[in-house]
């Protein structure tokens, strides 16, 4: 695997950006495959072709939207096409979607005859500052997500707000999230302009997407298989797993970046009861995160029992240990502290009815 390089992603209008020239002279001979799902196929895909006259011998590949469709019966349908269309090691795929279509189109080129070259062009927030970066592809495996990928990079990424101008609210602020923790773990200013937005179209802005995405960048970059520091980023993500798996069973899905927003704030809750993080610091992190993220409820003992034998169940977690991120300060923390059982479920209470 070659490491991730700053050169590696480029910010701001891929009109500007290296791709044409790259798709002129380095894959001037390769064939183009462009895989979309059914969203960015209505919304991103003119755009790209109409912008790029080399792509219009291109072949678009179009996989079916939503997170349950990310599994190897749809990889199956697109490697047959890829055979039937004879795409060999020197063609290129063009992964134009949020995080499902990096994610799965990442992992069957990086499967397909050993490794076809692959670009990503993510059109969701949360592919912009997260899902598109960092070399994961994968897929699910029944209740298992990404149970099955691939440690990988993409040749190129472009990061072109542009796109976002069709992404619903939600999928914004699912993006958010993701966001906010990056600012959490590793620079305040970057919280400060956060913060400081009034709605959602405001993240459309490629400043705070750029310095999301270097965060994310920048942690990928020194722990580029996850054996350190990259576990910062996994802060939110212990509880919010947990809360998402749980609502899923519940037959009450919350997104994503809403699980881990809550995530987010019961896990600085734990390092402001255990004495590491100021009161001033959670009450900024708890009014800001609430001011946009509904809590959910949880009805009983048993549903905590339940949320709590989730997280046991973490792949993150091991040995009956519940293990997470502390918050110091915004803009501070340390990975693998051990998290009390006791400390876990009174700060659940919380969410408790
Ligand atoms: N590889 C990683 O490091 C990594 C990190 C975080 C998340 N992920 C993965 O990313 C996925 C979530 O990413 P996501 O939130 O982008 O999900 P997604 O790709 O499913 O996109 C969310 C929704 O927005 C739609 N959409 C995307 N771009 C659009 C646009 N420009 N206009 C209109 N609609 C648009 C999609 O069709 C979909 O309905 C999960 O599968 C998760 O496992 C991977």
Not at 277 to 292: C, D, G, M, P, T
């Amino acid at each position: 695997m070659s490491m991730t390089n700053n050169e590696q992603i480029e910010f701001g209008s891929i009109l500007s950006s290296s791709f044409e020239a790259l798709i002129d002279v380095r894959y001037e001979k390769s064939k183009k495959i462009i895989i979309v799902d059914e969203n960015t196929h209505d919304n991103c895909l003119e755009y790209l072709l109409t912008s790029f006259d080399q792509l219009k011998d291109a072949e678009v590949m179009l996989l079916p939207a939503g997170e349950e469709n990310k599994v190897m019966e749809v990889c199956f349908q697109v490697w047959n096409a890829l055979s039937e269309y004879q795409i060999g090691r020197k063609d290129l795929i063009i992964n134009l979607g949020g995080g499902l279509v990096t994610d799965m189109g990442g992992f069957m080129a990086s499967v397909y005859k050993r490794g076809v070259d692959f670009m990503h062009i993510p059109t969701s927030l949360l592919g912009m500052v997260d899902a598109s970066i960092g070399g994961k592809t994968g897929i699910d495996l029944g209740p298992f997500k990404n149970q099955l990928g691939t440690f990988s990079q993409a040749q190129k990424i472009y990061i072109d707000p542009i796109f976002l101008a069709t992404l619903p609210e939600a999928e914004l602020w699912n993006g958010y999230a993701e966001m906010l923790k990056h600012a959490l773990i590793a620079d305040p200013d970057h919280w400060k302009g956060l913060i400081s937005i009034s709605s959602p179209d405001e993240l459309i802005n490629l400043s705070l997407i750029q310095k999301s995405a270097e965060i994310k960048m920048s942690f990928v970059n020194q722990d580029p298989f996850e054996k350190g520091s990259r576990k910062l980023l996994n802060f939110g993500h212990t509880i919010g797993h947990a809360i998402e798996g749980f609502s899923l069973e519940k037959d009450q899905p919350i997104a994503h970046g809403h699980a881990v927003a809550i995530g987010l704030l019961l896990e600085s809750e734990l390092s402001f009861r255990g004495g590491h993080l100021s009161e001033a610091n959670f009450q900024a992190i708890q009014q800001s995160i609430k001011k946009v993220f509904p809590l959910v409820s949880i009805d009983s003992d048993a549903e905590l029992d339940e949320l709590l034998s989730i997280m046991y169940n973490d792949k993150k977690n091991s040995e009956g240990k519940i293990l997470g991120i502390l918050i110091h300060k915004i803009g501070q923390c340390t990975y693998d502290y051990e998290f009390e059982e006791e400390e876990v479920r009174r700060v659940l209470k919380t969410l408790c009815n």
